[in-house]
């Protein structure tokens, strides 16, 4: 059976998925928790990320309750982006997270990464900020959903809320490749010792060599000095091509 993601009760099956319909009942068939099947219709476009979803077969329903590492996430899976497949890298990111931090997660989302770390370290305080309002609302929702009191969910531009905020001992940059990569905003927020979670895609000839040269740019405009503690690919997106992870600290 081809590779499908599932979020909740709901499946989504790859673009260009051929007969989809068969497929779609076989899922249904062979899992009875699934209730919903869709497949991409298109890329997830726009500042927003909001997914092209094609309708298959099972109940007509968008908005599902996906668990993860011990934590439960509410969302319509077309107006907000969630990627059930980076689930290891969020309780990655978690179990690294020292008691006492405080945690910025930019581009949060519904709040997975804001969440996994909140739930699953002793971070002080852990402030996830997105532009999607509908996504916000879910993050909101889903932090009252997980009582959890040391996480916050705010909506806005990243580049005019970080600076009211303070320093943080560690920031997540969940959202590779964007026109502006953001790391400038990143480093403004850091202090001695914050660690840095940058993403970025590669293909796997770039690797890791492309995004380091991206780091090294924009700590060299900021005149900060770094060092890389580690890399990782976190999530193969297509034939030879990645998204990775850089892990590195501000000296």
């Given at each position: 059976?081809?590779?499908?993601?599932?979020?909740?009760?709901?499946?989504?099956?790859?673009?260009?998925?051929?007969?989809?319909?068969?497929?779609?009942?076989?899922?249904?068939?062979?899992?009875?928790?699934?209730?919903?099947?869709?497949?991409?219709?298109?890329?997830?476009?726009?500042?927003?990320?909001?997914?092209?979803?094609?309708?298959?077969?099972?109940?007509?329903?968008?908005?599902?309750?996906?668990?993860?590492?011990?934590?439960?996430?509410?969302?319509?899976?077309?107006?907000?982006?969630?990627?059930?497949?980076?689930?290891?890298?969020?309780?990655?990111?978690?179990?690294?997270?020292?008691?006492?931090?405080?945690?910025?997660?930019?581009?949060?989302?519904?709040?997975?990464?804001?969440?996994?770390?909140?739930?699953?370290?002793?971070?002080?305080?852990?402030?996830?900020?997105?532009?999607?309002?509908?996504?916000?609302?879910?993050?909101?929702?889903?932090?009252?959903?997980?009582?959890?009191?040391?996480?916050?969910?705010?909506?806005?531009?990243?580049?005019?809320?970080?600076?009211?905020?303070?320093?943080?001992?560690?920031?997540?940059?969940?959202?590779?490749?964007?026109k502006d990569d953001f790391l400038a905003d990143a480093l403004k927020s850091s202090k001695k010792k914050t660690i840095i979670h940058f993403y970025d895609f590669l293909k796997e000839d770039e690797m890791p060599e492309g995004a380091f040269r991206k780091i090294k740019g924009a700590c060299k405009k900021s005149k900060k000095r770094f060092k890389i503690i580690r890399w990782k690919k976190a999530l193969e997106i297509g034939p030879r091509k990645w998204r990775i992870r850089v892990?590195?600290?501000?000296?």
């Amino acid at each position: 059976m081809a590779a499908y993601d599932t979020i909740g009760n709901i499946a989504i099956l790859p673009l260009y998925t051929e007969n989809p319909k068969k497929l779609a009942n076989l899922v249904l068939k062979s899992n009875q928790h699934i209730k919903s099947v869709y497949m991409k219709a298109g890329k997830i476009s726009g500042r927003l990320r909001k997914s092209h979803l094609k309708f298959i077969s099972g109940e007509k329903i968008k908005e599902t309750l996906h668990r993860e590492s011990g934590c439960s996430f509410k969302l319509d899976v077309e107006k907000c982006y969630f990627s059930p497949r980076l689930g290891n890298d969020r309780l990655d990111i978690a179990r690294q997270v020292k008691k006492g931090e405080r945690v910025l997660v930019m581009f949060s989302g519904i709040g997975p990464y804001s969440i996994v770390i909140a739930k699953n370290s002793k971070a002080r305080e852990v402030y996830g900020i997105e532009l999607n309002r509908i996504a916000t609302k879910y993050a909101q929702e889903n932090i009252k959903l997980n009582k959890l009191s040391n996480c916050f969910a705010i909506q806005g531009d990243v580049k005019k809320i970080i600076p009211k905020l303070g320093k943080f001992d560690r920031i997540v940059m969940a959202r590779p490749q964007l026109k502006d990569d953001f790391l400038a905003d990143a480093l403004k927020s850091s202090k001695k010792k914050t660690i840095i979670h940058f993403y970025d895609f590669l293909k796997e000839d770039e690797m890791p060599e492309g995004a380091f040269r991206k780091i090294k740019g924009a700590c060299k405009k900021s005149k900060k000095r770094f060092k890389i503690i580690r890399w990782k690919k976190a999530l193969e997106i297509g034939p030879r091509k990645w998204r990775i992870r850089v892990d590195f600290y501000v000296l």
